[in-house]
């Protein structure tokens, strides 16, 4: 268990429709990443956030969106869903601000899978 | 534009042998190597990582070898065991940045 907990593990929608993911980081970690991992892709970073303020994009859809809240949790919004949006959603936490912080590697949860339909 | 690539898709190895999995890269700024282990229907586990003033990391069955000249660096596991299949991510990152690259993975099948 690494301690990252994502909801919910799954979930089917439509085109056109709106959704939310979060992320619950491990104990004491300040960094979430977020990473989308569509079929036979490696993991695409999306974007990160520490201690609430957004540090690092990636390759974000300007249809998504994020936030990380006070208590250090994350959400993920993907709106205007469309057929090549369906993909695991991985959410990662980290205790270190910089990704090259040695020892302080990414904790990943166990993602969530969304289908658009 | 990846940055960090696993050429070998899949590899099958006989129990109690080496497993031996590469990763290339080509960004000469990355510092920090991480390996990571994926079983089906969970997320990426972290196994091992090394940083670029080192060329060699070991943990147990697992050592990770560094060539920053190859921009290279391999996985071994010895002996390999059963529970080792798994998919294989290697990931790296640069003090310039915050992203961790990710390479494809690589399909580690230990057959006993």
């Known amino acids: 268990d690494s301690g990252v907990t994502q909801t919910p593990k799954h979930l089917i929608t439509a085109t056109g429709q709106r959704v939310t993911l979060r992320c619950s980081p491990r104990?004491?970690?300040?960094?979430v990443y977020w990473y989308q991992q569509s079929l036979d892709q490696g993991l695409q970073f999306l974007i990160q956030y520490y201690n609430g303020e957004e540090r690092a994009k990636g390759n974000i859809l300007e249809r998504f969106s994020a936030q990380q809240f006070p208590d250090l949790h994350s959400e993920l919004n993907l709106s205007s869903l469309e057929l090549g949006d369906s993909a695991l959603y991985f959410c990662?936490?980290?205790?270190?601000?910089?990704?090259?912080?040695?020892?302080?590697?990414?904790?990943f949860g166990n993602g969530t899978r969304l289908t658009v339909t | 534009d990846q940055q960090v690539k696993q050429n070998s898709p899949s590899l099958s190895v006989q129990e109690g042998r080496i497993s031996i999995l590469n990763c290339d890269y080509t960004n000469s700024m990355f510092d920090y190597f991480l390996w990571y282990k994926k079983y089906p229907a969970e997320g990426p586990t972290f196994l091992i990582s090394i940083s670029s003033i080192k060329d060699k990391n070991e943990d147990g069955r697992f050592t990770v070898f560094l060539n920053k000249s190859a921009k290279h660096l391999s996985l071994h596991i010895v002996p390999s065991q059963p529970g080792d299949s798994a998919v294989y991510f290697c990931a790296a990152t640069a003090n310039t940045g915050n992203q961790f690259y990710f390479g494809t993975g690589t399909s580690l099948t230990v057959i006993p």
């Open positions: 104990s004491g970690d300040l960094s």
């Open positions: 990662a936490s980290s205790a270190a601000g910089y990704s090259s912080s040695y020892n302080s590697p990414l904790h």
